[in-house]
């Protein structure tokens, strides 16, 4: 992760332990991934065992960590920090 951003300067590290609350973003994400996994996994094999869905479950938690981790830090930071429009690049 940068220390600033490339644009504007903003720092991305305004403090020691900044992102101990994207934490509880990260918990809220995967929570809703576990219930999505677990609700597919109830229609597509609707035998599954608890073996199955621990598996499927650490699976998914494999495959998302890196995207939730980033995600979960993007979210906290824009929760606190405001973007004027000037700051972000021109899509035209
Ligand atoms: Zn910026």
Redesign the pocket.
């Known amino acids: 992760m940068n220390k600033n951003?490339s644009?504007?300067g903003?720092s991305f590290e305004p403090e020691p332990g900044y992102y101990f609350g994207a934490m509880f973003i990260s918990y809220g994400i995967n929570t809703a991934l576990f219930i999505a996994a677990w609700v597919a996994l109830s229609v597509i094999y609707p035998d599954y065992s608890l073996k199955l869905l621990l598996a499927l479950l650490g699976l998914t938690v494999l495959i998302f960590l890196p995207f939730i981790y980033r995600v979960s830090r993007s979210i906290w930071i824009s929760i606190f920090v405001r973007?004027k429009d000037e700051?972000l690049p021109s899509s035209a």
């Open positions: 951003c644009n504007c903003q973007y700051d």
